[in-house]
């Protein structure tokens, strides 16, 4: 854990706040690309007809680049100036870049595993029944339904594990640092 005492020091602390936020910016857009290059290679559907146009082609690979940092870039940054905020804020000893890197890490393979696993639900779904896709049932040839629905279900699940293991790993930060304040500190809060 960094030291308390090196705040501010030549600037020190902005630039590993900075680090923190550019490392979370730069894993979720990774994180986007990969994502979208399975999905887009799984079902052009999702981005043609599900998504209003942001680039004028049917190329996956180009589709998965451009919907891959477009929409993920910006997670990222949320992500990385909240936990920033809980890794570096107020007078609690500070954490590093270096301290919070496997949660950021862990959280991307756990959205990637539940996002495989959703999409599998997905096409299963659709294929033991009426697939699970509503609206865009009708937009969609039915013989590209199931692929559409395991698009559908992997998006989804990913950004809910997002959502929910960002604020996890911040609330983890915050909880790290406070563990690391000294015993009188600690002790005198609860009188």
């Not at 629905?149 to 959502?163: D, E, M």
């Amino acid at each position: 854990m960094a030291q308390a005492g090196v705040r501010g020091a030549g600037g020190g602390d902005l630039i590993e706040t900075l680090k923190i936020v550019g490392f979370s910016m730069l894993t979720a857009v990774l994180y986007g690309v990969a994502h979208d290059m399975v999905t887009a290679h799984l079902s052009l559907e999702y981005f043609t007809v599900a998504h209003p146009p942001l680039i004028s082609t049917e190329n996956p690979v180009l589709l998965a680049l451009g919907w891959g940092v477009a929409t993920t870039w910006w997670v990222g940054l949320i992500l990385g100036v909240a936990l920033a905020l809980a890794s570096r804020a107020g007078s609690r000893p500070v954490l590093a870049l270096a301290d919070v890197r496997r949660s950021i890490v862990r959280l991307m393979l756990v959205s990637a595993i539940t996002a495989v696993l959703a999409g599998l639900v997905g096409v299963a779904l659709a294929i033991a029944s009426e697939p699970p896709i509503g609206m865009w049932a009708e937009m969609i040839a039915p013989d590209r339904q199931a692929r559409f629905a395991g698009a559908l279900f992997a998006h989804s699940a990913s950004y809910l594990v997002g959502c929910i293991g960002g604020i996890v790993i911040c609330v983890a930060a915050w909880r790290k640092r406070g563990s690391a304040l000294p015993p009188h500190s600690s002790s005198s809060m609860s009188q």
